[in-house]
């Protein structure tokens, strides 16, 4: 068991027969009253967030997790399939319980989280930024724009991302997998 003074981004818990992963928290001493902990949580298992406040003294189920890398090989109607390079078998996970899928392409390595009792899988953990190459992109216009003028551009993974106006088709960049922004142009 762990309490409120153990809570940090990352940590899985079981909560309301599920299992969460804290991705927020804030712990907060107010003048009166007690201490809590305002957090942010996200389902392994369905991938609904959910925010919940613990209170001073609650204790909270910690999950034991393991991670290991593991390689994309395809997608199909119901997930993703990966295969861990060590031992070669494979594993299936849900569509629902990746974020930002579209930045995942053939033969990348990814993170898997695992559960370490019986190491099913719970969901899996994209790098920070991946490097693509721009399939399409829309003509550059200079013209009623003051700064940061941006157009639509199709990546391999067919994910529509905004690039500056200065990028072509045919050029490699990195993008930024939480929130699928462009970063740069890699040469």
Known sequence: MASMGDIKKGLCINFNDDIFKIIEFLHVKPGKGPAFVRTKMKSLTSGKVIENTFSAGSKIEE??????????????????????????????????????????????????????????????????????????AEPGVKGNTATNAQKNAVIETGARILVPLFIEAGERIKINTEDGSYIERVK
């Open 63 to 136: 999950v034991k997790v393991i991670t290991r890398k593991f390689q994309y090989l395809y997608d199909d109607d119901h997930g993703f399939h990966f295969m861990n390079n060590d031992d070669f078998s494979q594993i299936y996970i849900d569509k629902n319980l990746i974020e930002n899928s579209q930045f995942m392409k053939a033969g990348e390595e990814v993170m898997i989280i695992l559960k370490e009792e019986d190491e099913t899988p719970l969901s899996a953990e994209l790098p920070a930024s991946v490097i693509m190459e721009v399939i399409e």
